[in-house]
C-alpha cells in the first residue's frame, strides 16, 4: 500500500511509526508519574487589548518539569498524550488548577479571565461539560472568568456533538475562541454557525507581517471578516511593536505576544 502511494507516503508512515513507539516506550510511564511527582505547572501570558493595553486575560500553558529546571515543551508530550490517552487526566489537572488560578486572579485583582486549551481527546471522549460543571463549583470559579480555546479539528471531527455541548456551555457564559485560525480547514464563515465568540489568528501569520504582503493582506481581511461576522479576534505571537501597532491599526481587538509577557508562573504575574 505504502509503496503505490509513494516515497513521501512512506516517510510520513515511518515518521508517525516512530513516534508512536516513542510514545509507548518512553512517555507513558513517566507521564504518569509527572502528576503525582508534582511535576506539572501552568505557567500564564497575559492577554492585552488593543485600544488601551489593558490585560484582559491569561492563556494557562502546561509546562512539565521532568528534572528541575528542565522543562519538557508542550509541543513535544501534548501530541503525544493525546495519541496515549494521558491527556485526559492531564487536561483534567490543568482545568482545575486554572479554575482556582481564576478564584485566585479575581480575589486580588478584578475582571481578569483564564483561557484554557482544550484537548480534542478530552472533548470528545468524556462527558466534558459535566466535568466542567463540578471543577466550577468544586473551586469555586465562575463560568465567566473562563475561556476555552480549541482547535478547528474538535469542530470538524464530530460537529453535531461539539456543537452541542459548546452551545451548552456558552449559554453558562463560558467564552470560546478557536486557537490557531487560519491553520486548519475552516473558513470565518463556517465558524459562524457554530457557538464561537473569538478567533485567534495563528503567529505564523504574525511573524510574517514585515516581510511578506499576503500575510498582512491576510492579516487584514480576517480582522476585517472577523469583526463584520461578530467575532473578536486576538492576534498571537506579538513579539515587536512593529506587529502589535499594525494589528492594531487594522483593528484588531486583542494581542498576545513575547513582546507583552512571556508565559510565567502565577507568583510572577
Ligand atoms: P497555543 O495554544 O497556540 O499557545 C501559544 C503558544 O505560543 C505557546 O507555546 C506560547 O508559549 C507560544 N507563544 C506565545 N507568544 C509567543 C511569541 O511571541 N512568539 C513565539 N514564538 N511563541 C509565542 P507553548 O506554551 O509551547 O504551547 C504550545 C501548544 O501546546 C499550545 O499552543 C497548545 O496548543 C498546547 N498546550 C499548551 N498547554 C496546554 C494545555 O494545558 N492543554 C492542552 N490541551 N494543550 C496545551
Ligand atoms: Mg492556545
Ligand atoms: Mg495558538
Ligand atoms: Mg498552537
Given at each position: 500500500q505504502a509503496k503505490r502511494l509513494g516515497h513521501n507516503h512512506v516517510q510520513i508512515y515511518q515518521d508517525s511509526m516512530s513516534l508512536q513507539l516513542k510514545a509507548s516506550a518512553v512517555m507513558r510511564s513517566s507521564l504518569q508519574e509527572a502528576i503525582e511527582r508534582n511535576q506539572l505547572t501552568l505557567h500564564y501570558q497575559p492577554i492585552v487589548r488593543?485600544?488601551?493595553?489593558?490585560?484582559?486575560g491569561y492563556e494557562a500553558l502546561l509546562r512539565w518539569?521532568?528534572?528541575?529546571g528542565k522543562f519538557v515543551s508542550p509541543g513535544e508530550f501534548i501530541p503525544l498524550a493525546e495519541m496515549t490517552g494521558q491527556i485526559i487526566p492531564l487536561s483534567e489537572w490543568v482545568f482545575r488548577r486554572a479554575c482556582e488560578t481564576a478564584v485566585r486572579l479575581q480575589e486580588a485583582e478584578s475582571t481578569v479571565k483564564i483561557a484554557v486549551n482544550l484537548s480534542t481527546l478530552h472533548f470528545n471522549r468524556t462527558e466534558f461539560a459535566p466535568f466542567l460543571a463540578q471543577t466550577l463549583a468544586e473551586t469555586g470559579?465562575?463560568?465567566?472568568w473562563l475561556e476555552l480555546e480549541l482547535t478547528e479539528s474538535i469542530l470538524m471531527d464530530n460537529t453535531d456533538y461539539a456543537v452541542e455541548v459548546l452551545q451548552k456551555l456558552r449559554e453558562q457564559k463560558i467564552t470560546i475562541a478557536i486557537d490557531?485560525?487560519?491553520?486548519?480547514?475552516?473558513?470565518l464563515s463556517y465558524l459562524k454557525?457554530?457557538?464561537?465568540d473569538k478567533v485567534k489568528i495563528d503567529r505564523s501569520f504574525v511573524a510574517g507581517i514585515r516581510t511578506h504582503r499576503a500575510d498582512r493582506v491576510l492579516i487584514g481581511s480576517v480582522i476585517k471578516i472577523a469583526q463584520s461576522l461578530n467575532f473578536e479576534v486576538v492576534a498571537e505571537g506579538i513579539e515587536t511593536p512593529q506587529q502589535a501597532e499594525f494589528v492594531s491599526e487594522m483593528g484588531c481587538d486583542y494581542m498576545q505576544g513575547y513582546y507583552f509577557g512571556r508565559p510565567v508562573p502565577f507568583e510572577e504575574l
Open positions: 488593543c485600544s488601551d493595553s489593558a490585560t484582559v518539569e521532568r528534572e528541575p470559579c465562575k463560568p465567566e490557531d485560525f487560519g491553520t486548519g480547514f475552516s473558513s454557525k457554530l457557538p464561537v
